[in-house]
């Protein structure tokens, strides 16, 4: 293997913007190992390429994610770039989401992304080497309406990005999160958008409103999905990649405002605040 070649493993890599990158790692001279849950489907998509691994991969499964780690140790001997980027999208305003739907979010845009690296991270660590990508959205910076459960899954995924980062890095392992705006990526189809089952009276009109706005949506998302997978390998190749990228100009001006925002907040009540110390007792 070459210096400049890496050896990349894309969860979710069977349509959208898992595609793109397995499609852009490859262009750049990579070796890829593309998973997803139906392998047949991936062959299908991408094709056949002297660099390309497929696998069948439940993100879900800890004992799948074992398993494509090995597998693609045993092909191409190492892992330097694992992209988390496989995904859904439970939509529906809090009341109306269930238990059981909140629950599959989670299990989906954390636990599942935390199986994979778990399984990466040791053969990572052997190489004294390499780089979590985790695509995040701008709804891990920045909640709203109707993405309750979502932004709960991207909000957490953050904060243990941001949190695993310090640990790993001395082990020579970076990490970067991805927080897109709208991008053509098919996680508004609807094999990956569930909208919840409209139950309530209060919340009917807001419910077709925006059922209707965001289906309408699919297929017209202003981003370039295949430019943010060549952003994306583009960032992976630095020295020292992002901790966080933020992709698209819907996506900088709302994230821009919260930080502006929560500065704010802090001012507002600073001198309450600091009030709160304990005095030091006088000797």
């Not at 001997?77 to 979010?105: C, K, P, S, W």
Request: proline share 4%; hydrophobic share 45%; with cysteine.
């Amino acid at each position: 293997m070459s210096s400049n070649e890496k050896v990349w493993l894309v969860t979710g890599a069977g349509r959208g913007l898992g595609a793109d990158i397995v499609r852009a790692a490859l262009a750049a001279g990579h070796k890829v190992v593309a998973t997803g849950r139906d392998p047949a489907k991936l062959e299908a998509v991408l094709g056949v390429h002297d660099k390309l691994m497929t696998l069948k991969l439940d993100i879900t499964d800890a004992d799948d994610a074992k398993a494509a780690a090995a597998a693609a140790v045993a092909r191409f001997g190492r892992i330097d770039v694992l992209v988390n980027n496989a995904g859904n999208f439970y939509a529906g305003f809090f009341e109306e989401l269930t238990a059981d739907q909140m629950r599959q979010q989670i299990e989906t845009l954390l636990f599942g992304p935390m199986n994979v690296t778990r399984a990466v991270l040791p053969v990572m660590r052997q190489h004294r080497a390499g780089l979590v990508l985790t695509i995040s959205s701008t709804a891990g910076i920045v909640g709203g309406s109707f993405c309750t459960g979502y932004a709960a899954g991207k909000f957490a995924v953050e904060g243990w990005m941001e949190s695993l980062g310090p640990e790993i890095e001395p082990f020579g392992i970076q990490t970067m999160l991805v927080e897109p705006g709208f991008f053509r990526t098919e996680l508004l189809s609807a094999g990956s958008t569930t909208f919840a089952k409209p139950s309530i009276d209060d919340y009917a009109d807001r419910t077709a409103g925006t059922i209707a706005f965001l289906s309408g949506l699919d297929g017209k998302q202003p981003g370039d999905p295949m430019k943010l997978a060549s952003a994306l390998v583009q960032l992976a190749g630095l020295d020292k990649p992002p901790l966080r990228f933020v992709a698209g100009t819907d996506a900088m001006e709302p994230i821009a405002a919260k930080a502006r925002a929560l500065l704010a907040q802090i001012d507002t009540h600073r001198a309450l605040s600091a009030s709160l110390a304990t005095q030091a007792q006088e000797t």
